[in-house]
């Protein structure tokens, strides 16, 4: 194992070497990591004598902290920098194709080039972060806990694999360090976004909070290092030439993938639809399991969130239900379509956040919907109602909504696994083009309709066979 | 060492090579001719193992470009037509980086490393600064790095182009100096001159496929027939309208030169140049004219422009006749 490290190693020796010998970047990572955390300090004192004059104590506690992950993050943001530079910038400058003649392995060559763009800011970071330390030791202002200081150096760490794996992903889809940085906005502004959010954590949240933040960052990071490596290989380091937009290859590989060849609608369930379903056999099986997780995560939150049940609002079920059966009456398609737009936008959703989270955001209408039920199904229990009568609401139309939304969010799952998972003789593209056309395959041939006909259960049937159980 | 069968590499829907057939064996120098965009670094990048062949198959220094590509690596030297050297590093260290990274021990490479930068005349710059570089020279380092590993293949791309005549001599004589006994080379260029010099075979690629492949001369004798040879007189040639024996054709004619084609050389010119004296034409001198690589190179250029427009017809008149049925 080690012996197959040492090239990685090698890589990285001569990359942090080049490195130090350029001011440009020596001289921005000696400012943040030297001179900044002074500045933070001084902040943080300024600011703790404030806000004790109000007896804002807490605001205080938690702004030391806060400074502590931001001196850490200046460091850090080098990591693109330094990424892009050397990746996609040694690329440009044709020097990455000696090294793609040697016989290093794809990986060793991804892991020297990860390793010299994460260790040089992560170091610096580590300093900045201990001089400021230093700093509030030498106030004698008090030091966070040290669970919070073990948070603030996982997180920083993985931020700056997230961002150098993310930056490596970029490089693959770009030939020159300019394309690279405009494309780089797609990690800046998710990176803002994330530091944004675990500032507010930090403030408003509590310690338990900010390690959720922790996980959700090292998954992001882990599935990002994958993809990169899926990604690293020299046919698509070498094979892209020019960044074209090819409008009629992107349709051409879409509508293969979406036909499967096929040219009736029978033929095609056959030969592309059914395939297709029998290639996602474990991401349906992992949805599924999602969705129970769901039900039972949403049945034990009745004990954070116990909501009663008064006799009056009980009482008050019938005249609803009959009112429901007025304001929908029997084949009319208005509430249908009401219905099944809330629908097919929520799974819609679901893939644009899959799209941009592996998959990951992409399973929360499964999640929120089936835990929604676990948490009326406790609600139904604890006030000593019976569950099956108020199971009429849903089961109607849920015997069809249900398998629906597993099946959506089965495909956004089998997408983001295609997306990690290296597809030899595949450009990123090309995979990307395939997952989205399975995706649209299994929504137009199953979801869609399935969601269709439940909708008009749901509003023709289910509250008419809701009305015979009260 | 390099034998290849059949190589095709498409993205998407361009076929950048096409059906490549080659046959190099050991201590050849095969040259890859043909202009920029036919296929030439594409073909160079299937048999280091970088890219993999879309269809058909190359074996290089006995092992399998797709199935064993670590091994074909590591017994590959290849130089590119960009050196891309890192700027900040000098010659000892560069090279050095490269010895480490074909698991060389630290000895072998450095004694390596002395012996090449002198075979090539660079030892005098090894710690410089690789920024501070000329053409030549870095063109010169990135041979010296891609026969650290005294490779038994070597795949050069275009290795002088874009330099000034002086710089492509010294890299010319650096590559004639690898030429041994046992070494395969395979050199791209579009360079016909380059190509005269340094080939034993050569194989003409275009739009990324061969149309002509074989030994130097045997190609030029297939392409441009037998050689022709040229007689200078002393007098204009007015009015001479001399009958010539069996097997002799005359090509051309100038005021004071004639051209033949001659079909059995060792008989028929010296009852030719007896011909000429008896019609009393002063001949001050007699010699073979020989074909050059770019008589054979447009020859064979042409010859396949003139099947496609054919074949081009053919499609179109049978079109019209669909049409017309």
């Known amino acids: 194992m080690l012996e197959s490290l040492r090239p990685a190693l090698v890589i990285t020796r001569r990359e942090v ?12 990572i000696v400012i943040l990591t030297l001179v900044f955390p002074f500045l933070a300090n001084f902040a943080a004192a300024q600011m703790l004598n404030f806000v004790t004059k109000y007896g804002a104590d807490i605001i205080g506690e938690r ?70 330390t230093g700093g509030l030791l030498l106030q004698g202002i008090p030091l966070p806990e040290i669970n919070i200081l073990l948070q603030v150096l996982v997180l920083t ?18 030939t020159s360090v300019r394309a ?42 882990v599935l990002l290092v994958r993809v990169g490596l899926a990604n690293f290989r020299r046919e698509e380091l070498l094979g892209r030439d020019i960044d074209v937009l090819n ?40 949805a599924a399991v999602i969705g129970l997780v769901g039900v ?63 998959s990951i955001l992409g399973m929360i209408p499964l999640f929120g919907t089936t835990g929604v039920i676990g948490y009326l199904m406790a609600l139904l229990s604890t006030n000593g109602l019976p569950v099956w009568n108020y199971a009429m609401f849903i089961l109607p139309h849920g015997v069809l909504e249900i398998p629906a939304l597993v099946l959506a969010s089965a495909a956004v799952l089998q997408s983001g696994a295609i997306l990690a998972t290296p597809s030899p003789g595949k450009s990123i593209g090309q995979t990307w083009l395939e997952s989205l056309a399975d995706w649209c395959k299994v929504m137009v041939g199953l979801v869609v309709p399935a969601l269709l006909v439940a909708a008009m259960i749901e509003a023709w049937f289910t509250p008419r066979i809701a009305a015979l159980f009260f | 060492m390099i034998y290849t069968e059949n190589l095709t590499k498409k993205f998407n829907e361009f076929v950048a090579v096409n059906n490549v057939n080659l046959d190099v064996p050991a201590g050849q120098v095969l040259v890859l001719l043909g202009p920029n965009g036919a296929g030439k670094t594409t073909t160079v990048r299937m048999l280091d193992s970088i890219l993999v062949p879309t269809e058909g198959r190359a074996v290089v220094a006995g092992y399998d470009v797709v199935k064993d590509a670590e091994a074909v690596r590591s017994r590959v030297g290849v130089l590119t037509e960009h050196h891309g050297l890192y700027g900040r590093m000098n010659g000892d260290e560069y090279l050095e980086f490269f010895g480490e990274l074909y698991g060389l021990p630290r000895p072998v490479y450095l004694e390596r490393i002395d012996q090449l930068l002198k075979q090539v005349g660079m030892d005098f710059a090894r710690s410089q600064r690789l920024g501070e570089y000329s053409k030549g020279m870095r063109q010169k380092l990135s041979l010296v790095r891609s026969m650290l590993h005294d490779p038994p293949v070597l795949l050069l791309d275009e290795p002088t182009s874009a330099m000034d005549p002086e710089s492509a001599r010294m ?63 002393v007098h204009h040639l007015d009015g001479w309208e001399g009958r010539l024996s069996k097997g002799v054709f005359l090509t051309g004619r100038g005021e004071d030169w004639l051209r033949f084609k001659i079909e059995e050389p060792r008989e028929t010119t010296p009852r030719l140049l007896r011909k000429l004296l008896r019609d009393r034409l002063d001949v001050i001198s007699f010699r073979e004219v020989p074909h050059t690589l770019e008589q ?30």
């Open chain 1, 17 to 28: 070497r080049d490195q130090l010998r350029d001011w440009r970047i020596i001289f921005p």
């Open chain 1, 63 to 132: 702004l030391v902290p806060f400074l502590m992950m931001i001196v850490g993050f200046f460091p850090i943001s080098v990591s693109l920098v330094m990424a892009l530079e050397t990746f996609v910038g040694e690329r440009e400058r044709g020097s990455i194709e000696p090294l793609l003649n040697t016989p290093l392995k794809d990986w060793q060559l991804y892991l020297g080039k990860l390793l010299a763009a994460t260790v040089p800011p992560l170091v610096a970071s580590y300093l900045g972060m201990g001089v400021y």
């Open chain 1, 157 to 174: 760490s993985a931020q700056a694999v997230m961002m150098v794996s993310g930056a490596v992903v970029v490089s693959s889809q770009t």
């Open chain 1, 180 to 221: 690279a940085n405009l494309l780089s906005s797609f990690i800046v502004i998710p990176t803002a976004f994330l530091i944004q959010g675990e500032s507010v954590m930090m403030f408003w949240g509590t310690n338990d909070t900010l390690w959720y933040a922790v996980i959700g960052v090292v998954v992001l990071a």
């Open chain 1, 247 to 286: 409008v009629k290859w992107g349709w051409r590989v879409f509508k293969a993938q979406f036909t499967g060849g096929a040219r009736t609608p029978w033929a095609w369930y056959a030969k592309s639809v059914g395939p297709t379903l029998r290639k996602m056999r474990k991401a349906i099986l992992l």
């Open chain 1, 296 to 358: 039972v995560v949403g049945y034990f939150q009745i004990e954070r969130f116990n909501l009663p049940i008064t006799e009056t609002s009980l009482k008050e079920m019938d005249s609803r239900i009959s009112q429901l059966v007025q304001m929908w009456p029997l084949f009319s398609f208005g509430p249908v379509l009401y219905i099944f737009w809330h629908n097919v936008r929520t799974l819609l959703l679901g893939m644009v956040l899959g799209l941009v989270s592996f």
């Open chain 2, 171 to 233: 890299v010319r004589d650096a590559i004639k100096d690898l030429r041994s006994g046992d070494r395969t080379i395979l050199l791209c260029t579009h360079n016909l001159q380059e190509a005269e010099e340094l080939a034993d075979q050569v194989a003409i690629i275009w739009h990324g496929q061969i149309i002509a492949n074989g030994p130097l001369q045997e190609m030029k004798a297939g392409l441009l027939g037998p050689v022709e040879y040229e007689a200078r007189v």
């Open chain 2, 296 to 325: 054979a190179y447009l020859k064979a250029v042409s010859q396949v422009q003139k099947e496609q427009e054919s074949d081009q017809e053919r499609k179109e008149d049978q079109e019209l006749e669909v049409d017309h049925a």
